[in-house]
């Protein structure tokens, strides 16, 4: 654990959160990335399927 989260999670100790309080809140965390990751990969996967249909639809043109 880098030095960020462990500053984090003494600061959330010191505002009397749990130590299931704090593991609620690193998981959502982590959720919330991954589920950043995986749109920002869906619509780059979906930003060039339309680059690719675009160009053959002008190649045909």
């Known amino acids: 654990m880098n030095e960020k989260w462990k500053k984090l999670i003494q600061q959330f100790e010191e505002n009397g959160y ?3 309080d704090i593991q609620m809140i690193v998981h959502f965390y982590n959720v919330t990335m991954e589920t ?3 749109l920002k990969k ?3 996967d979906e930003k060039n399927e339309r680059t690719d249909s675009d160009f053959l639809h002008h190649e045909r043109q």
């Open 42 to 44: 869906m619509y780059e």
């Open 36 to 38: 950043d990751k995986i």
């Open 18 to 20: 749990t130590p299931r």
